[in-house]
């Protein structure tokens, strides 16, 4: 069966300081992998989406960016945070458009100061 | 511009009547509509979904209905029991595979 992981549980960070934030998946190949974020107030708002290794597409302008090393793993970086960073922020992988579900991870809550 | 439209922050409802979610949307290239509950700290988790090309998909005690002339579908619970206390997203996918979320409506089960 799939699964998806997604570490740190709860991060805190200074202004300034870079993020790495790891999702992996088993079970599966090839599947489209999703980055999102939730803030106060904002819904689930779309970060990054990709179709396969090497292809991301970005969604928001921002100070983050993502990487697709391999098949089933993805990556959100940022080399500086900002405050605005702060929130909830889930990975989530999608098998293939035969099956429209998401799967998403435990969630990665980012607190920076 | 919001694509999907949640427009009820929250609701409140008494336990074993029935919920009404509803949800907008302004894209017609949408495939797939789905509906996700999420608890605090938590992954969303799958309730369900339906294609473009029906206009009802029923499991269990939940409904979706998708009226596509109103871009508008909505999620009904019945009966609606305490656990259903959540936060529900719609979501719809375009045909690039992209999956936009709307703002999310907090469901309350009154007893």
């Known amino acids: 069966s799939q699964t998806i992981h997604q570490w740190p549980a709860t991060l805190v960070q200074p202004v300034g300081s870079p993020l790495s934030l790891e999702c992996t998946v088993e079970?599966?190949?090839?599947?489209?992998l999703y980055w999102y974020r939730q803030a106060a107030g904002r819904g689930l708002q779309l970060l990054f989406y990709?179709?396969?290794?090497?292809?991301i597409s970005s969604e928001v302008p921002q100070n983050l960016s993502a990487s697709r090393p391999q098949d089933r793993q993805f990556i959100l970086s940022s080399k500086k945070l900002l405050l605005s960073d702060s929130g909830f922020y889930l990975c989530?992988?999608?098998?293939?458009?035969?099956?429209?579900?998401?799967?998403f991870g435990s969630g990665t809550q980012l607190s920076v100061l | 511009d919001q694509q999907v439209k949640q427009n009820s922050p929250s609701l409140s409802v008494q336990e074993g009547r029935i919920s009404i979610l509803n949800c907008d949307y302004t894209n017609s290239m949408f495939d797939y509509f789905l509906w996700y509950k999420k608890y605090p700290a938590e992954g969303p988790t799958f309730l369900i979904s339906i294609s473009s090309i029906k206009d009802k998909n029923e499991d269990g005690r939940f409904t979706v209905f998708l009226n596509k002339s109103a871009k508008h579908l909505s999620l009904h619970i019945v009966p609606s029991q305490p656990g259903d206390s959540a936060v529900y997203f719609c979501a719809a996918r375009g045909w690039d595979d992209k999956i936009i979320f709307g703002k999310g409506t907090r469901l309350h089960i009154l007893p």
């Open positions: 079970g599966t190949s090839n599947p489209n």
């Open positions: 989530a992988f999608g098998e293939d458009r035969a099956n429209e579900k998401l799967f």
């Open positions: 990709s179709v396969g290794i090497g292809q």
